[in-house]
């Protein structure tokens, strides 16, 4: 099956993705325990509950960016007016983050996941999250699609909205995909 373009998918198109996920995550995720829901492979790995978690963070700090991009009243940084900087940056960040991808990557203070246990809501407020992505995608015009914003973790990282959202997409099914993989783990539990 061939792997998504993320650099290239329309508002449109990532609408329907996040549309997926969100009926991929119900799917896959509501039937779970507490603790196969918490359940981690080994000490440094997440858990599904954490994947989520932190695809929550992240997406409610490019949520707020996006906001701050589209906000009149607000001065653009010097790193959001450089010429060519954020469509190079949107580029790279989108394929650096999309699936199948096997770099690692450290993950910013403001989106890491819980430590420890992780709440079974937090599957219903991911889907949440995926209707409100929906709506503002819907509503995005070609005018604010090209719109600089920074980056809510690196400032001098700047994309347009529109490789925002495709960020948050490819970023989404990395670790929803990350997730599964922990349920196919040979110790995962099995039972509810």
Known sequence: MPRTRYTTLSPAHLADECSSIARDAGTAF?????????????????????????????????????GRALDRGVTPTVWQRLPLWPRLCGWMLVTSQSPGGT????????????SSHTALDTIER??????????????????????VMASPFVAQITYSVLDGYRLIAAHQRRHFEQAVRVTAHPGFPRSL
């Not at 080994?42 to 409610?60: E, P, R, Y």
């Not at 992505?133 to 995005?140: F, P, S």
Request: proline fraction near 6%.
């Open 103 to 114: 770099r690692k990557y450290k993950t910013p203070a403001i989106a890491r996941p819980a």
């Open 30 to 66: 509501g039937p779970l325990s507490a603790t196969q829901f918490n359940w981690q492979p080994h000490a440094a790995g997440w858990s599904i509950g954490q994947c989520l978690d932190h695809l929550l963070k992240a997406d409610q700090a490019m949520l707020q960016a996006i």
């Open 126 to 147: 991911f889907i949440a999250c995926q209707h409100v992505l929906i709506a503002g995608l819907r509503a995005l015009g070609e005018a604010d699609a090209r719109h």
